[in-house]
């Protein structure tokens, strides 16, 4: 079980919004920052989608964005296109230069 | 552009040792700016961090499987490697390479590679 906690699956229509949180589930994990957010299509490899919290790589849409307070962060994705369903994964330093992944939410799109 | 491609066998038998490489193209290991990791996805189950390695041979590992594994590089052919200790079905998962800045996202990803276990 990860240390950070993921809902398993959520959907919307498309364009509808969702949000998907991360929430660090284990009192043994002290950090909780770093937070980056990847997008993951089966069968291809996983792709960067926010960093540090809350920033876009260049080529990401603005439809993605990301937030963080306290130990919970969430991964907000605006008009929702078919394109979008994917699994998301949040990632969170660790502490000891290692690192953690979320356990991963599968987005429907309907 | 930067590309990783992992290689090795497909097919491990239990107990013996995983070896997987990973090949950068388009840019260079040598990078004061990055670490080279490993990540894994045992079928149906989420990304797991494994592992990773700085251009120096300084090596941080997944307190999990710390005793295990061994990360290393080769900086000249532009190459870093996994090795994964006796293995059980267990193992058996999607390796996949990737580059973590300092800042401590992963950027680029090599394209996966399925590892099973079994005899």
């Known amino acids: 079980q990860s240390a950070l906690t993921q809902v398993a699956s959520v959907s919307g229509s498309p364009g509808q919004s969702i949000t998907i949180s991360c929430t660090r589930s284990?009192?043994?994990?002290?950090?909780?920052?770093?937070i980056s957010w990847y997008q993951h299509h089966p069968g291809m490899a996983p792709k960067l989608i926010i960093y540090?919290?809350?920033k876009r790589p260049s080529g990401i849409s603005n439809r993605f964005s990301g937030s963080k307070s306290g130990s919970s962060a969430s991964l907000t994705i605006s008009g929702l296109q078919p394109e979008d369903e994917a699994d998301y994964y949040c990632?969170?330093?660790?502490?000891?230069?290692?690192?953690?992944f979320g356990g991963g939410t599968k987005l429907t799109v309907l | 552009q930067l590309q990783l491609q992992e290689s090795g066998p497909g097919l491990v038998k239990p107990s013996e040792t995983l070896s997987l490489t990973c090949t950068v193209s388009?840019?260079?290991?040598?990078?004061?700016?990055?670490?080279w990791d490993w990540i894994r996805q045992p079928p149906g189950k989420g990304l797991e961090w494994i592992g990773g390695i700085y251009y120096t041979g300084t090596t941080y590992y997944n307190p999990s499987l710390k005793s295990r594994v061994t990360i290393s590089i080769d900086t000249s052919n532009s190459q870093f490697s996994l090795e994964l200790r006796s293995v059980t079905a267990a193992h058996t998962a999607v390796f996949y390479c990737?580059?973590?800045?300092?800042?401590?996202?992963?950027?680029?990803w090599g394209q996966g590679l399925l590892v099973s276990v079994s005899s």
């Open positions: 540090e919290d809350n």
């Open positions: 284990s009192s043994d994990f002290a950090n909780f920052n770093l």
């Open positions: 388009g840019g260079s290991v040598n990078s004061g700016s990055h670490y």
């Open positions: 990632c969170s330093y660790a502490g000891s230069n290692t690192w953690v």
């Open positions: 990737a580059r973590r800045t300092t800042g401590g996202w992963f950027d680029y």
